[in-house]
């Protein structure tokens, strides 16, 4: 695993000039230096100017972060807001990739899958990249919640995402991927969000781009604004206050698993009463519905007319014309609220829709995934405690 602790660094103080004593008469001259006090240390950015400042690539047993804050969007890949994609440049080879903050693993369409796995995706050339260096002996192997998975071998390289660029950031090469990414060729692989310690590298886990990163932000975080409908932004480094109302309500997360997991306080149906509940649930950007427990998806369901359990569809139908409720789920004691229109999800067969609340039944938590996350203002703070937070926008 790479880290910050194999750098040597090189710079303490940056220095400044100011006007000095005029020439004298013999052509002599000096020069005062004075400290910059509104210099911020870093040392990993100190380290890489001096290569790119001769236009050579970093060493690649180095792990490191060579600018600050960013911004970069996030647009969704259909009508539906079944994923949101975002431009991710490895070395100058942009991909559109998922971002998924329920999986570590930064993995990418290649030009070492077969040729008929390619059709139609953008993969990433190992061999164009200046700055590539494969592990030998390295590989990975990831299956999702929903069966599809993908594999292969491992490598390192420079990792654009936004205004923040890591070099020597593990990208997982995909010798190997199941058909529904074969099939979804708008999307390139996914970029893993969620902590390290769930990284599937081996023989050595891998840091996921945030982990490696974070050290050069301005505070360690990664915010997601989704939109419904619309394209939105993940930010790196920063809080932009023009993206939330109110105030943010924090909430300590639970990493045992890997997962941004936390505990929800409860739950309510339009404007009835909140039920105090705890819901073990988990901030998942790689979700698209919401997965609850049955009290809480038949709670809805009864204030939908016409909805029932469709088993053909293997999930709560209703009429696609129905007006549906509000969904409010407590974080603590802030009541974050998903708007109705939110959970008519996709047209399902004939007149009937498909939800986007479903249950958690054989999950293990739930999942607050996309419709959630879109109707909210989300930060995911990887500070020594990590924490969520969260606002209405």
């Not at 309500?249 to 045992?256: E, L, Q």
């Not at 004691?333 to 939800?355: E, L, R």
Request: aromatic share 12%; glycine share 10%; proline share 4%.
């Amino acid at each position: 695993m790479y880290g910050l602790a194999q750098i040597a660094l090189a710079l303490a103080t940056l220095l400044s000039t100011t006007a000095a004593s005029p020439i004298d008469s013999i052509g002599n001259f000096s020069v005062v230096q004075k400290l910059n006090t509104q210099f911020v240390r870093n040392g990993p950015a100190a380290y890489a100017r001096g290569f790119k400042k001769y236009n050579k690539p970093m060493p690649h047993d180095l792990a490191v972060a060579t600018s600050n804050d960013g911004s970069v969007n996030a647009s969704p890949e259909d009508a539906y807001d079944s994923e949101y994609l975002c431009p991710v440049s490895i070395d100058g080879q942009t991909l559109d990739l998922d971002f998924d903050t329920g999986s570590a693993d930064l993995w990418v369409f290649s030009t070492s899958l077969p040729s008929s796995e390619q059709n139609g995706h953008t993969v990433f050339n190992p061999s164009k990249s200046k700055n590539w260096k494969a592990l030998s002996g390295y590989k990975w192997n990831i299956t999702y919640g929903d069966g599809s998975g993908a594999s292969g071998t491992v490598g390192t390289d420079v990792v654009t995402v936004g205004g923040t660029s890591v070099s020597g950031q593990a990208v997982e090469i995909a010798t190997q991927v199941s058909s529904s990414f074969v099939s979804d060729t708008a999307n390139n692989g996914l970029l893993g969000l969620a902590f390290s310690s769930i990284n599937t590298v081996t023989p050595n886990a891998q840091n996921t781009f945030f982990d490696t990163a974070k050290s050069s932000l301005s505070s360690p975080i990664f915010t997601a604004d989704l939109k419904y409908h619309a394209p939105g932004t993940y930010d790196f480094g920063t809080i932009d206050s023009s993206k939330y109302t109110g105030t943010i309500t924090y909430i300590d997360v639970d990493t045992d698993n890997g997962f941004w997991e936390f505990t929800g306080s409860g739950y309510a149906v339009g404007s009835g009463s909140f039920i105090s509940s705890s819901i073990d649930a988990i901030a998942d950007t790689g979700t698209t519905l919401i997965y609850v427990p049955d009290a809480v998806v038949t709670a809805y369901y009864k204030q939908v007319s016409g909805a029932s359990y469709d088993s053909s569809q293997g999930g709560y139908t209703f009429p696609c014309s129905a007006t549906l409720p509000n969904l409010i789920l407590g974080i603590g004691s802030y009541h974050a609220v998903v708007p109705g229109q939110y959970i008519n999800y996709t047209p399902a067969s004939g007149s009937k829709c498909f939800g986007g609340v479903q249950s958690d039944s054989g999950i293990g938590f739930s999942i607050y995934g996309d419709v959630f996350l879109k109707s909210q203002f989300v930060i995911f703070d990887g500070s020594s405690t990590p924490r969520l937070g969260f606002a209405a926008k």
